[in-house]
């Protein structure tokens, strides 16, 4: 039996994120992808302060990535918000839906087809503030201060009024 598999999408350029820009930079991570060959590409098109491009600065990237490719673009945020810095980050989780096809060799034989769904991350990283009430925001960081030692010293000086 030959499978192939083909993922579907209701609309393959659609995003999880409410109100993004048309001409927003996509970064498509793959189980196969390089992570440095992502984030040369990443890093260099969001430094690019006072350079224009078309006519726009560019001031959003949005990473996506399913299956096995979910941890590498974790990753690849993470990586590029220590290397810019000042980023907001809104995160969406999220299901494709594949179909499995199996075809017999054999003439006349039906194939056999399955449907599964697979885990997807869609990350928005932005210069510019993001709602902070939009579900999955995170602030930029403090530089020094991690996030939870920034929750600590707020429940330290809430202790002390």
């Known amino acids: 039996m ?13 995003f999880p994120i409410p109100g993004l820009a048309a001409d927003i930079l996509h970064m498509r991570v ?17 430094q690019e302060e006072g350079e224009e491009r078309k006519g726009a600065l560019l001031r959003q990237v949005i990473f ?13 945020v993470e990586i590029l918000k220590r290397k810019v ?4 980050q809104v995160s969406k989780l999220y299901y494709k839906t594949a179909s499995d096809v199996w075809e017999s060799p ?12 697979i885990p997807s991350i869609c990350i928005l990283l932005s210069k510019d503030p993001l709602d902070p009430q ?3 925001y995170q602030p930029p960081e403090t530089p020094g201060v991690t996030n939870e030692d920034a929750k600590r010293q707020r429940v330290l000086l809430g202790s002390i009024k």
């Open 106 to 117: 054999q003439t006349g034989a039906s194939s056999v087809s399955m449907q599964r769904t």
């Open 30 to 46: 793959k189980e196969g992808s390089k992570i440095r060959n992502l984030l040369r590409f990443a890093t260099a098109r969001m």
């Open 134 to 136: 939009e579900p999955g």
């Open 85 to 88: 810095g000042g980023l907001h």
């Open 2 to 14: 030959s499978h192939s598999t083909c993922l579907s999408l209701k609309d393959s350029n659609s």
């Open 64 to 76: 996506t990535g399913s299956g096995r490719g979910v941890t590498k673009t974790i990753t690849c």
